[in-house]
T-cell receptor, first 113, second 111 residues
Framework: ETGVTQSPTHLIKTRGQQVTLRCSSQ?????VSWYQQALGQGPQFIFQ???????GRGNFPPRFSGLQFPNYSSELNVNALELDDSALYLC????????????FGPGTRLTVT | SQKIEQNSEALNIQEGKTATLTCNYT??????LQWYRQDPGRGPVFLLL???NEKEKRKERLKVTFDTTLKQSLFHITASQPADSATYLC??????????WGAGTKLIIKP
């Protein structure tokens, strides 16, 4: 059974650029959630996808967008990068929407200069 | 506003003792609560889930309690080991079953 994978591991971008982060969910999981984690803080919910549909969104601006594909892998896109977007971006997959534990990938460390 | 609080200061415990971590919340009525472990530079790892109608859950050396009246969950590690040193995060399911996270408590087990 393959776990959750994310790519790339690290990324350095310049303010104003766009970035795409990728996540492969664990086999048998149909739900993917994306989180932003600043140093010393807990993960902040960005949005969640269930069977290719967005199922909820946290307090993030529209320049944060996403997709889920038929194989349940997912992308997070961030446009017009700002310095405050520098963080660890975590993807988590689960078997369903409610009452299930989440399995996290190793994260993508994004640095915006 | 909705808030989840965990001890912000690191918790230092002698090996072999029981470590107890606290998670308090306000303005929530969560259907369930989860505890995760996070090591530096890695994603969180699921430990335990406890539902609103459960008072206590155990898994090996781990125990979680959930008091919906006090709006508090306690996480215990018995017979602690240096390998238990990590940051422990609690997460509540909101009304949409999305997880809202605390900032975590850093646990240090001293040999």
């Amino acid at each position: 059974e393959t776990g959750v994978t994310q790519s790339p591991t690290h990324l350095i971008k310049t303010r104003g650029q766009q970035v795409t982060l990728r996540c492969s969910s664990q086999s048998g999981h149909n739900t993917v959630s994306w989180y932003q984690q600043a140093l010393g803080q807990g993960p902040q919910f960005i949005f969640q996808y269930y069977r290719e549909e967005e199922n909820g969104r946290g307090n993030f601006p529209p320049r944060f967008s996403g997709l889920q594909f038929p194989n349940y892998s997912s992308e997070l896109n961030v446009n017009a990068l700002e310095l405050d977007d520098s963080a660890l971006y975590l993807c988590a997959s689960s078997k369903g929407l409610a009452g299930y534990e989440q399995y996290f990938g190793p994260g993508t460390r994004l640095t915006v200069t | 506003s909705q808030k989840i609080e965990q001890n912000s200061e690191a918790l230092n415990i002698q090996e072999g003792k029981t470590a107890t971590l606290t998670c308090n919340y306000t303005n929530y009525s969560p259907a369930y609560l989860q505890w995760y472990r996070q090591d530096p530079g890695r994603g969180p790892v699921f430990l335990l889930l406890i539902r609103e109608n459960e008072k206590e859950k155990r898994k090996e050396r781990l125990k979680v309690t959930f008091d919906t009246t006090l709006k508090q969950s306690l996480f215990h590690i018995t017979a602690s080991q240096p390998a238990d040193s990590a940051t422990y995060l609690c997460a509540l399911a909101d009304s949409n079953y999305q997880l809202i996270w605390g900032a975590g408590t850093k646990l240090i087990i001293k040999p």
